[in-house]
């Protein structure tokens, strides 16, 4: 799909349709509403708002044959709701219900997008890109049928617009197919997104700097708790160390790490069948790393930034880690094993201990870490919690322009007592209560100064519904947020 900004009127562009998107107002002055009006016969307003009492709730459409009143066959109104309420948010939701509706009408190959005049700006029309790319995506790769799309290009048109805005369309673009990347990797079966695979990806991807620490790698890098969690699986774990060099001079140095267990079927504290059903996401942390990796190249920050993903699978075998059994992590503490199925945080400790190392400012991980998590925010938002109320202040704040919602947990000392083991320095699993701000607890014992914010997304990464745009199935959650953080 080629997205395009163009600035002439709507109705020259000789498009298959025009997508005219209407605010819940009386009175409506903007340049294309006019127009259909003239050229219509003020059927919109007679016809479609009068007889037809349509009204431009959000995310409401109405679709219209012209009948040779002008050129261009059909229109689709799609409601915007109140203007007041109206922001880059709402505009991503609509594109993405404007792609699902084009996708469904299987004849158009161009379609222009009018919405009002006054929301020419380069934060929307980047919003639109991505919600055009995000509301178009599907899974079909294994289907036989595959869910292609007709629509070839579109243009986003505001007549009379400075056509520097369509910076707004390049970003949209990149971000939107980068969440698209992390997406397909995450949808991806655990048969094919091993830990191997993975790395493959990882050591392909253009203009970053990949190094693979294998096994034995990792073991002379002293991450007992990393190998722990892999050794009962025939997958062997890999260790991905990714990074990005700018080519100006670095402003800052940060560290992206991502949960990265191919699978995980809990181990010996073996998960029920209904909880282990979507397992094959618990990469999904990777996944967004891997594509933030694979975007930074063309949106060229001036920051350094460090991808980690420490990625095993969580298996059952006669060589698998059991209950009782005492880890050693990266940074020396000792980790009795109490439950087998916590075993992203064990991952996610040496994972951190390497990060530190690099001496970066900054330190984010994405992780499906906890049910709890999900329990207490369901799909509608992602846990945020570190060491640094002022870096979960800045990516609270990109991901309100990405549309996407973390809210804050605490991490108190207390959380920390229900962690104490009796023959090892920590325990893996505590208390079942505040489980989301248990397991960050547990990660901050892998910190010593660095700024550190952890994302738990186990709530978020994979929908068994779909929700605000997005199908059934992945999200690439986080990818946005990060990206909107790291070239602020
Ligand atoms: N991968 C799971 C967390 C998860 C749950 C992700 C649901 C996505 C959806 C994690 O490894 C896990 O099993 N956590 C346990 C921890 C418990 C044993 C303390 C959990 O949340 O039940
Ligand atoms: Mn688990
Ligand atoms: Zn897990």
């Not at 693979?212 to 890098?221: L, N, Q, R």
């Amino acid at each position: 799909m080629n997205i395009k900004l163009s600035t002439e009127s709507a109705l020259k562009l000789n498009s298959d349709l025009v997508v005219l998107g209407l605010f819940d107002e009386k009175n409506t002055k903007d340049t294309t509403y006019i127009e259909l009006e003239k050229f219509m016969n003020k059927t919109i307003s007679t016809y479609v708002l009068g007889k037809e009492k349509f009204k431009p709730k959000f995310l409401s459409s109405y679709t219209l044959p012209t009948l040779g009143q002008i050129t261009t066959p059909k229109i689709l109104i799609i409601g915007l709701g109140e203007k007041a309420k109206f922001n880059s948010d709402k505009a991503r939701q609509a594109a993405m219900e404007i792609a699902k509706k084009i996708k469904s009408f299987k004849n158009v190959s161009i379609a222009t997008i009018a919405f009002p005049d006054e929301t020419a700006n380069t934060e929307n029309i980047q919003a639109i890109t991505e919600g055009l790319i995000l509301g178009e995506y599907s899974f079909d790769k294994y289907k036989s049928e595959k869910d292609t799309s007709t629509l070839k290009s579109i243009n986003i048109n505001y007549p009379g617009a400075d056509k520097k805005l369509k910076s707004g369309i390049t970003k949209g673009e990149i971000l939107a197919k980068a969440t698209n990347f992390a997406r397909n990797l995450s949808n991806e079966p655990a048969q094919y997104a091993t830990p191997t695979k993975l790395a493959e990806i990882a050591t392909n991807l253009p203009n970053i700097k990949t190094e693979i620490f294998d096994k034995s790698a990792c073991k002379k890098m002293g991450m007992g708790a990393f190998l722990a969690v892999g050794q009962g699986s025939d997958q062997p774990p890999k260790f991905i160390h990714m990074t990005y060099q700018p080519n100006k001079k670095s402003v800052k140095k940060i560290a992206i790490i991502g949960k990265g267990i191919t699978f995980d079927s809990g181990g010996y504290d073996i998960k029920p069948p209904s909880s282990m059903l979507n397992m094959k996401d618990d990469m999904s942390g990777a996944a967004a790393i891997l594509a933030i990796m694979q975007a930074l190249p063309e949106l060229a920050p001036n920051i350094e930034v460090h991808g980690i993903i420490a990625a095993c699978e969580n298996m059952l075998n006669g060589s698998s880690y059991k209950p009782g059994d005492i880890l050693t992590a990266k940074n020396g503490k000792t980790i009795e094993v109490d439950n087998t199925d916590a075993e992203g945080r064990l991952t996610l400790a040496d994972a951190l201990c390497f990060a530190e190392e690099l001496n970066v400012d900054e330190i984010i991980d994405v992780a499906t870490l906890t049910g709890a998590c999900m329990v207490a925010l369901g799909h509608f938002a992602s846990g945020i919690m570190g060491n640094s109320d002022n870096l979960i202040e800045k990516i609270q704040k990109s991901a309100e322009k990405s549309g996407e919602a973390f809210w804050k947990l605490p991490i108190w000392d207390a959380h920390m007592d229900s962690l104490k083991s009796d023959i090892a320095d920590m325990k893996n699993t505590g208390s079942r209560y505040a489980g989301a701000s248990v397991a960050g607890a547990f990660l901050k014992n892998f910190i010593k100064s660095t700024k550190w914010v952890h994302l738990d997304v186990a709530g978020t990464a994979f929908l068994d519904k779909p929700y605000k745009g997005f199908i059934k199935g992945a999200t690439g959650i986080s990818v946005r947020t990060l990206l909107e953080y790291i070239t602020c």
